[in-house]
């Protein structure tokens, strides 16, 4: 079995940064595509970023300029440095990864933007 542990959300200013790790455990044999999704409060699931095996960022245009993905493919992790935050980032944050050629999300991580 397979499992994405997210960590590193909370609360925090406008202004302010935060930065969400997760990592993948269990049988682990491939992983391609990682990334963040969010969900806001009464709103859809949407894209925050996402980034290749390779190093290739895609990032949603309202997270342009203040988000960083990374990743470490030898420790199967995930990062995303958040900054600038704004009250409208206020979400539940959710690590995706494709492992062993499956979906897989992690439980998601609380972020709240607020003075």
């Known amino acids: 079995q397979v499992q994405l542990v997210e960590s590193g959300g909370g609360l925090v200013q406008p202004g302010g940064s935060l930065r969400l790790s997760c990592t993948a455990s269990?049988?682990?044999?491939?992983?391609?595509?990682m990334g963040w999704y969010r969900r806001a409060p009464g709103k859809q699931r949407e894209l925050v970023a996402t980034i290749t095996t390779g190093g290739s960022p895609n990032y949603a245009d309202s997270v342009k300029g203040r988000f960083i993905i990374s990743r470490d493919n030898a420790k199967n992790t995930v990062a995303l440095q958040m900054n600038s935050l704004k009250p409208e980032d206020t979400a539940v944050y959710y690590c995706y990864a494709i492992i062993n050629f499956l979906d897989d999300w992690g439980q998601g991580t609380q972020v709240t933007v607020s003075s």
């Open positions: 269990g049988t682990v044999f491939n992983i391609d595509d």
